[in-house]
DNA sequence: TTGAAAGCGCTAACAC
DNA sequence: GTGTTAGCGCTTTCAA
């Protein structure tokens, strides 16, 4: 056994505080602080001096208590419902990328869709006193809602359109992006549809996109001929046994839209490996517009859901926060971004109704 | 218009403090953050009362204040370096799951794999003076280090056991974890190894694995007969092209090892849609396990991380915390969990070496 | 069971 | 350019 000498001091059993800085430099705790912080006026002697004392004992600044005392907290808290599908992932992404070049940093939390969550996560965020927010959805409890209008910070709910903000908003419609997919398969020539998707009442931005496609069918005289949903597992699992399911109780069925590309994925691979012809016999759709799928030999249609623009909108809006959010009582000063969805056809949803297994 | 009067009321310019509740029920501001804490003996009226008043109010405590006063922070740092592939998040989902038993919060931190970007967001992360950190594998700068061994509290590094850690170890062995592989490979006869990875110099596990790899391989007297490198894009489509691109340079290649799932995932499509005979004339290996590859028609062999289980390990180790983390000068006084990683085989590996294309 | 006083480590605001 | 003073909103400690 080695007797091992420090050639630096041993870890402090008290936290370093700038007194100790002040102290190691003979520069007032004052000063210091001015440096740490590129405030203000001071002479590059005195500059360098702390700056070397600082690294030299390895100085953490304490922003608990410089957030305390400057009422500025430069945290931007996001509440997203999960992190295990590919979307949120991307809007952090951008969003990150935006406030890299702020003094602003996103702190993330996670709901898994469940609003008592929520308001949990957001009262604790809210406790750290952040500078903003950002929140999937339109749909908050009452209590979660009252705590966002009364935090006297921008806020800024995204990913969905549909329904009253109670500051900015940034999203796409997703009522409309499920009519759009309907038209775009009746104009081609699909009459028998079927639909998958999960088993998440909580999920309103499906359950939106669900009910605008089956509106724009029923304007069609058409209606979903089948469904099926599901919960946990795998999703690309999960959407090659719904359709082989599917299929097998409505064979007649000649398009299946899914509510995300994962599942969607996951029924091209049935297809594929039960020699079904995609998409003449059948017709596939999903939605999300993941970049995952571009190494499947056949392109899925979906159609973008903007992730990474409503992550990037959204972060500025933040970023900007400057204006004052939430007026007392009168009308929200807060922004509304509708951005568009834009369908990819790929090439398992056919284009011409020409040939179309039912000509018009 | 309508003259909209609020029976709420409007959004305070200034956040409510306990002062307010106190003030609101009569109480102290003592005993109103007894009451809020549930901390020390409160009447049961008064508790009502106090409660009552904070609820109408719409209080939501300072933590920052509190964290100042108390010296104490329920966050637990946790530092990884990204969350686009499938293998963070769960690592961080099992972390949540564990943490949400206890006080503690996890704030999550993203390096991109870059050691400046891990040492400005470790620097930020302490100066909110957590209650621990979580940190992705077991090289850092020296001024990272320097930080997490002055900082007092737990610090947990994850994934990686290959190396010195500064206080607890939580993972696997990624130079064994490569030699198993590679033991495997060639005792089910695989002769001409190709290897495809990603071009990230500073992904040491990935960079362990290759070693162990060619370790093994040369014990065996054989070396990686090819390879090739990516960087960004989809992982899926990277792995497709590459195992085209090194199939058509060295046809003798009978097995390709995959860095990770997701480009082999991309292989194994390319092989399926060549015609390739998978495991026969070409076996296909990944690394990670992840569950994304289960609606796959063909099970790629590959190598489950233990992901989950290195997040649970660690955050029940931050959890636990009480323990002094590193001692003065001494030896550490972390702890060290090695897990085993265990291979998947799937069936694109054949089993056994008497079917191979090289009888021994 | 409740309250009063002191102070956590820093920064705003003002002097010098 | 630098220092001094007074808090930020809580919790700790101690007294009642």
Redesign the interface.
């Known amino acids: 056994m080695t007797a091992?000498?420090?050639d630096?001091p041993?870890?402090?059993?008290r936290?370093l505080t700038l007194r100790d800085v002040s102290e190691a430099s003979g520069v007032s705790e004052m000063t210091v602080s001015r440096v740490l912080r590129n405030r203000g006026d001071v002479s590059e002697a005195t500059r360098t001096r702390v700056l070397a004392a600082a690294k030299d004992l390895?100085y953490?600044?304490?922003?608990?208590?410089g957030?305390?005392a400057s009422q500025r907290?430069n945290l931007v808290a996001v509440i997203i419902p999960s992190?295990?599908n590919m979307v949120f992932?991307r809007v952090?992404?951008a969003i990150?990328d935006v406030l890299d070049n702020t003094p602003l940093?996103p702190?993330?939390g996670?709901t898994n869709y469940l609003p008592e969550r929520e308001e949990k996560v957001l009262?604790?965020m809210?406790?750290?006193?952040p500078s903003g927010v950002i929140i999937a959805g339109l749909e908050h409890s009452e209590a979660a809602k009252?705590?966002l209008?009364?935090?006297?910070i921008p806020i800024v709910e995204i990913m969905d359109t549909d329904g009253t903000p109670i500051d900015s908003v940034v999203g796409i419609s997703h009522r409309r992006a499920g009519r759009m997919m309907a038209e775009t398969i009746v104009k081609a020539g699909y009459r028998k549809i079927g639909f998958l998707g999960t088993k998440m009442p909580l999920d309103h931005r499906a359950r939106k996109r669900f009910e605008g496609f089956t509106e724009a069918l029923a304007k069609a005289g058409l209606e979903v001929v089948d469904q099926e949903f599901y919960a946990g597992?795998?999703?690309?699992?999960?959407?090659?046994e719904m359709t082989a399911a599917i299929l097998e109780r409505s064979p007649e069925i000649d398009f299946l839209y899914y509510s995300n590309d994962m599942i969607g994925?996951?029924g091209l691979?049935h297809c594929l490996?039960a020699g079904i012809d995609v998409p003449g016999r059948l017709g596939l759709a999903g939605f999300n517009g993941i970049?995952?799928?571009?190494?499947?030999?056949m392109q899925l249609a979906t159609m973008d859901s903007c992730r990474a623009e409503i992550g990037r909108k959204a972060a500025e809006i933040i970023a900007q926060g400057a204006e004052v959010s939430?007026s007392?009582?009168?009308p929200t000063r807060g922004r509304r971004v509708e951005l568009n969805p834009t369908i990819r056809h790929g090439n398992t949803l056919r284009l011409r109704p020409s040939e179309g297994l039912y000509p018009e």
Chains 1, 2 share one sequence.
């Open positions: 091992v000498t420090d630096k041993a870890a402090p059993k936290p390895g953490v600044p304490n922003k608990i208590a957030a305390l907290v992190l295990s992932p952090l992404t990150s940093q702190v993330v996670v009262y604790e809210l406790s750290w006193r009252a705590m209008r009364s935090a006297g597992g795998s999703a690309l699992a999960k959407g090659r994925a996951g691979l490996d970049e995952l799928l571009d190494g499947f030999s939430v007392d009582g009168g």
